[in-house]
């Protein structure tokens, strides 16, 4: 089952490039997390989304709750943006999302000087 | 500092060994999280727990027991490694209402041989 599908699996990119790593999802959910991992470290919440569109810095993320996809926008990218970037929700059924997260794979992303 | 410590960082077993990997968080949250993350996988979950003196199995609990006797605490067990164990597993907690924003560990890299 692959409830959560992140696109593209991996992305090499020049440093001041715009990024955009998307999601998509298969069932219903009622929220959706943005995680950041750098290499050999922890994980880090980024964003938690329900509804449009939230910004940090130069991070980005939307949600599409009818077309059941979220996008995550880096813009100026620096080589510190090099991390895995994953995509987690909380899906509907999950008894009031006390069962945690379904994960996607990652988004491996490399930005070069 | 505020947050969910996880130990120890590394640890190698040889297969048949026992050991019980620790997640202690000051947040007072009441849901917690053992993930293990694979290569090519999205994290899964292998047991969680709602509250003190309560358990429950995740997607993948075979091999694994849990306990979690004292709120802050949220233990992970391996009675007999096997090789399909080596891993990197993380703790996650989140609060019971609100908005659920994930805090986790730094992650355990277990090494069965």
């Known amino acids: 089952k692959n409830e959560v599908e992140q696109s593209p699996q991996n992305l090499t990119a020049q440093e001041g490039e715009f990024i955009t790593i998307n999601c998509s999802y298969s069932v219903g959910i009622s929220a959706l997390h943005w995680l950041q991992q750098h290499p050999g470290g922890g994980i880090v919440s980024l964003f938690m989304?329900?509804?449009g569109k939230k910004k940090h810095g130069r991070l980005i993320a939307t949600i599409n709750i009818q077309e059941k996809h979220s996008s995550l926008h880096i813009t100026a990218s620096h080589p510190r943006d090099s991390a895995v970037y994953i995509c987690?929700?909380?899906?509907?059924?999950?008894?009031?999302?006390?069962?945690?997260?379904?994960f996607g794979k990652g988004t491996h992303l490399i930005i070069q000087p | 500092n505020a947050g969910v410590t996880q130990t120890p960082k590394f640890r190698v077993l040889k297969t048949g060994q026992s050991m019980t990997l620790l997640c202690a968080q000051d947040?007072?949250?009441?849901?917690m999280y053992w993930y293990r993350q694979d290569p090519g996988m999205g994290l899964r979950l292998i047991h969680y727990?709602?509250?003190?003196?309560?358990?429950a199995k995740g997607e993948v609990p075979d091999g694994y027991n849990v306990s979690r006797l004292k709120k802050q605490n949220f233990l992970l067990g391996l009675e007999s490694a096997a090789p399909s164990q080596t891993s990197v597993y993380f703790c996650a907690t989140t609060t019971s209402y609100g908005p659920r924003h994930y805090t986790f560990g730094s992650g355990t890299r277990l090494t069965v041989v």
């Open positions: 727990s709602v509250g003190e003196g309560t358990t």
């Open positions: 989304l329900s509804s």
């Open positions: 987690a929700v909380v899906l509907t059924y999950s008894g009031g999302g006390a069962d945690g997260l379904t």
């Open positions: 947040m007072n949250h009441e849901y």
